[in-house]
């Protein structure tokens, strides 16, 4: 069973009803206990890191995940769920992440404005992925070029060794990333049609 994290701030009606769609039982829950029973964490998130990192403490499910993913239980987040991964976001103000992953998040915008780039933030719309590690288990149904769908103000950096799949947004944008049992999606995989199930297939296959 894959348990689908409830904190409040997630796309938990489509992301759920996409892995139904692919025969994979799923539960929505805010229970530790469940969440311990499950075989796989899928950690989704849309909005704001330090409104979200206290929705998640208010839950207590902080310590649980952390559990989890350090017994070697596959855990994926998406999107906003995958920048609670990181160290810390720099998303008005500084807020403390899971540290689960090494890096950091911060603005697209300076970092666009400094390239000289004129892209709309927030980036949102289907971009390419590039495929920095290919042996990684998540991207098992991905090709190199494949699309899929970002919306976000907010990107991860200095995650180099992490890395699995990268996009072009006038900056390099880590699309996957990848450390032990531990992934992310900053796209939207429940939105991206048939890449997207493939990734939550490869998931649930780990």
Known sequence: MIAVIDYGVGNLF????????LGLENRVTRSADEVRAASHIILPGVGAFGDAMEKLAATGLVPVLREEAKKGKPLLGICLGMQLLFEKSYEYGEHAGLCLLPGKVCPLQ??????????KVPHIGWNALHLQRPDCPLLANTSEGDHVYFVHSFY???CKDALAAGAEYGVDVPGVVWHGNVYGCQFHPEKSGAVGLGILRAFAAL
């Open 14 to 21: 489509s992301l759920s009803s996409s892995l139904s769609f």
């Open 110 to 119: 300076p970092d666009l404005a400094a390239a000289g780039c004129a892209c």
């Open 156 to 158: 991860a950096k200095h």
